[in-house]
């Protein structure tokens, strides 16, 4: 209706009268539902044109958005591309306080905002990330958006979970996180030790039913010893990196249900110490995945309710590197077969040739003594205090077997062995639960518990020296055949004595918590162990049945002298008394057929 103007407007119950200005003007009367219906028409084509060209210029300047279509408590896996998602949520009912959106990836970084745009305080960005969203009094709807900055399409997992009034608000006491109410956890890490830090939840806000005020009760001690921090842990498979895994062991620990039921409790803390940090320090084993998260538990008159944290996944390496993820190369492999080949030694022949299964033993203890010292004291890179290591160590053991044929003493030489064996006797007890009680936190307290289980072993059997050296032999050497498969494998059984060199070599270890797996793997591994050492046990005491305890040395510190004949020297001889045949009395002399004290029988060797 291009150069139309409509110049008078008279209302009728019939008609409208409607002007066309142009050339040459005109006045035109049509029905009044004609024009109404006209009218409509050309308000619907402007704003349909309208919509069209907005949708151009934003999807020109990267703005257009998707909406992702996910029920609350439903875990989905979608496609996120450049342009914005958002995550709407609808109805939500007045018991609910507050919401979390989740938004996991595994190796590319994404962006969760509560506004189209980013900002301090309103979006994050990284891999395994979350929001909570506090609701007003008569908020039923609540929108997160998701951006990337990817040129393809990154594959995440997003879930939406609405929390009630009676749990803890998570994150609702941050002071350093970016976010107001801050539920993620900050995952730092090392070769060795891995930092999961968080921020101290608040205490429950209440339903949104009645009217609610929000107390600052992050400074009230009262209210925060209500509050029980707990750390669990779920492994993924060793050296499996694959998206697969991630996404099937995060949805496996999104809710405190199902954390406490596939994952393993490490440890817990409150918030009562004002010196306390809100972290926990845990083992870190380069390419095995592990998912962090945590769960807080108020203890309130009205009943016990849980909350969790946003779960975080670290394989404690780079995975854009995967050279980085492997903890152990080819010469590890190679090396852990010749420490299996040993192993077979020791179980089965190490008390029959015991002079070399007494080398062995003597070369694998001196081996932890020297590495863990030139570690505490020298600043070298590994290969370098490998190599001196077995140097020393080589050279050490000799002298222990040479020590051996001077002295011929067994019980001293069979001692390295019980206590190589009590070595992994304790390494075996610390790497329980009962390792990481708050007690040994400090290192005198951690020393000497270990040091009496390295000396357990000895002490009760050393009495019975043929009897520990078996036992010794067959419990070393079964472990290092187990290390095999466990390599192959990636299991965690070589974790058992890693630990144990971990707390020597570093000083700061002592209050990190051993978390290694334990799966199927690692329970087959250990069952096998225990039949391989039963096995080496028996072949070894039936074969040395009726032999000599041990192998006679070169110099012993007595010699007996063996006679040549049975003649006795002509200065010792004597004539054989005459028996009288008579019953001897109180007058008969006491030693009869005696030389100069000695029977006549006995050979005696006269003084050089």
Known sequence: MKNTKIIQLKKSL???????????????????????LLSNARTVISKMFLNIILLFIYSLSGVCSSVIGIEPNQPILVNINQLNTSVIVR?????????????????????????PTTGIGRSITGVDLGMVTVLEANQTEVTWYIMSNQSQDVQALVAVFPISGNAPLIGGCNLEFPLENDANLLVSYTTTKTVVEFQWANTPLGPRSTPRQIIPTCEDQ????????????????????????????????????????????????????ISQKPEFLMAAYPGTGVVYTMVVTAKTPTGVTTAAYFPKVTYSCDLQQRGGCTMYGAAWLGLCCVLGVVGVFLSILGHRFFKTGLFLCAFLGFCIIYYSVLSLYSTQNYIVLLSVTVILSVVSATLWVVMYEFLGVATISVLLSGLLAGYLFSSIVFYTPFGNLS???????????????????????????????????????????????????????????LTSIRHSTDVGYVNVLNTAPFTIKEIILTCVWFLLFLLGTFIQFYRDWGRQDFPTSRRRCGRRVEPENDRVPARYSVDPEEDSGEDPDERSPLLRHTVNGHHRDRVLIPPS
């Open 222 to 273: 009262v209210y925060q010893d209500l509050l029980e921090y707990s750390i669990h842990v779920r492994y993924l498979p060793g050296n499996n990196l694959s998206p697969e895994r991630y996404f099937e062991a995060l949805r496996k620990m999104l809710t405190p249900e199902d954390i406490i039921q596939n994952g393993v409790k490490v440890s817990s803390m409150t918030n009562r110490d």
């Open 439 to 497: 007690y040994w936190n400090r290192p005198f307290n951690y020393a000497m518990a270990f040091t009496c289980g390295v000396l357990a072993i000895p002490v009760f059997i050393l009495a019975y020296t043929k009897t520990l050296n078996i036992l010794s032999c067959s419990f070393v050497g079964t472990y290092l055949i187990v290390l095999v498969p466990d390599m192959f494998l990636s299991s965690g059984m070589k974790y058992v004595v």
């Open 14 to 36: 019939t008609h409208v009268n409607i002007v066309k200005e142009g050339f040459l003007p005109r006045s035109l009367k049509i029905p009044l539902p004609t024009f109404i």
């Open 91 to 115: 109805n939500l009912s007045v018991d609910i306080s507050y919401v979390t959106c989740q938004v996991h990836s595994q190796t590319k970084d994404l962006t969760l905002s509560s506004s």
